[in-house]
Structures are given as structure tokens and as C-alpha cells.
């Protein structure tokens, strides 16, 4: 059973809306990152957290912006939704050290 | 700074054929390694892991062996099955960097697909 949860799976969108992608997680981690997955598979870390009311850009560039609120709940939002957004998001999440990632199911968004 | 070199795919194999994706590193120390499972349609899962320098990592028939002489994690399975088809990633644990982060570092993952 998933420990931690993405949601919507899937949502197609029309350009200039705005939306909040979802995460949360069950295991108390700290430490919670959102990764844009090209199509050829590649993994780009957009954002990460170390904790409540810490959040960081990560190694590609990207228009979206998170919070982190509560150490379970780490949304992802875009204000203006492109179709340059069409993309598979991952969130995923660790209490750090040697330990690995636990990741969500992923949202496959489309802008149209 | 810490880097993984992943075989680039796509590749395609026939059941029950073997399989084998390289995966070489580099980073300082000797840093647990892991290889990670996605199926399509879906996240990331972890499919194995070895903590130290000779370990072996298997899961569902797959293994790695950790070689610190070659930097190397290759992945490998005597038979692969059509419920394999997959990408597969490898992958170095969160470093501490100068700057205080902890990332994961992915290889750019290699799709295989098992065909009948």
C-alpha cells in the first residue's frame, strides 16, 4: 500500500488555468522533492523541502512554485498552466542519509 | 560532484533472454547504491540495494553487485519475462553538499521492453 499519494493521476487542462498538484505522505519525512519526467524518462528535480516552511528550486528551472505547510503536504502549483507544462510529475519523499526515496504514483498532466 | 552513468536503452530482448544494464559511478566515498523499478503509468519503486563495497542487491530475480574496484552497479537477470517491461534507473542515496542539500542522483534511466 502506498505510503504516499498523488493526486489527480491524470488532468488535462486548458491553458491560462490554474492548479495545485497534491502530495502527501503518511511516514513523517522530512525531506520531500518534485520531479518533471521528460518523455524520454529523464528525471529534473523542479523543487525540494527539508521541513516545514522550507522549500528550494531544484536543478531545472520551472514556473511552478510549492508550499510546505504541514511536513505531510507538499502541493505543487501553476498559476497559468502552458502546454510547455505537459509533463509527468513525481513527487517523492525520505528522512534522508542513506535511506532511499518513496514516491508517489505520479500526475500526468496535459495543458491543451 | 557524485554522478551515475546509465546504459542508455532503448533495449529489447525476447523472453527469457538475460539482461544486463550497466550502470558506473562516481562520487566520494563509498555511498549505498540502488536501482529503481518503473512501470508504466506509474512512480518510481525501489528494486534493490546494496549498502557496501561487494555487496549483492537482488529482488524478483534481478541482482547488482556493488563493485568499488570498477565503480560499477550493473543490473542483471537470468530471464526476463513480458511483466518486466519497464525503465529502470540507477541511482546514488542523497548526498550533503556544500550547500546543505540531500539528492538523490538518478542515472537517465534505461527503458526495456520484454517482448513474447
Known amino acids: 500500500e502506498a505510503d504516499i499519494y498523488q493526486t489527480p493521476r491524470y488532468l488535462v487542462i486548458g491553458t491560462g488555468k490554474k492548479i495545485t498538484l497534491e502530495c502527501s505522505q503518511t511516514m513523517g519525512h522530512d525531506k520531500m522533492y518534485w520531479y518533471q519526467q521528460d518523455p524520454g524518462m529523464e528525471l529534473h528535480l523542479i523543487h525540494y523541502?527539508?521541513?516545514?516552511?522550507?522549500?528550494e528550486k531544484g536543478d531545472l528551472s520551472s514556473e511552478s512554485t510549492v508550499s510546505r505547510i504541514r511536513t505531510e503536504h507538499f502541493p505543487l502549483t501553476l498559476e497559468s498552466a502552458r502546454p510547455s507544462h505537459t509533463s509527468q510529475y513525481l513527487c517523492?519523499?525520505?528522512?534522508?542519509?542513506?535511506?532511499?526515496?518513496?514516491f508517489g504514483s505520479g500526475t500526468r498532466l496535459t495543458v491543451v | 560532484g557524485d554522478s551515475v552513468t546509465q546504459m542508455e536503452g532503448p533495449v529489447t530482448l525476447s523472453e527469457e533472454a538475460f539482461l544486463t544494464i550497466n550502470c558506473t559511478y562516481t562520487?566520494?566515498?563509498?555511498?549505498?547504491l540502488f536501482w529503481y523499478v518503473q512501470y508504466p503509468g506509474e512512480g518510481l519503486q525501489l528494486l534493490l540495494k546494496?549498502?557496501?563495497?561487494?555487496d549483492k542487491g537482488s529482488n524478483k530475480g534481478f541482482e547488482a553487485t556493488y563493485r568499488k574496484e570498477t565503480t560499477s552497479f550493473h543490473l542483471e537477470k537470468g530471464s526476463v519475462q513480458v511483466s518486466d517491461s519497464a525503465v529502470y534507473f540507477c541511482?546514488?542515496?542523497?548526498?550533503?553538499?556544500?550547500?546543505?542539500?540531500?539528492?538523490?542522483?538518478f542515472g537517465k534511466g534505461t527503458k526495456l521492453t520484454v517482448n513474447p
Open positions: 562520487a566520494t566515498g563509498y555511498p549505498s
Open positions: 541511482a546514488l542515496p542523497p548526498q550533503i553538499t556544500q550547500g546543505g542539500s540531500e539528492k538523490l542522483v
Open positions: 546494496a549498502t557496501k563495497a561487494d
Open positions: 517523492a519523499s525520505t528522512q534522508g542519509g542513506p535511506n532511499g526515496y518513496t
Open positions: 523541502s527539508y521541513g516545514v516552511n522550507s522549500t
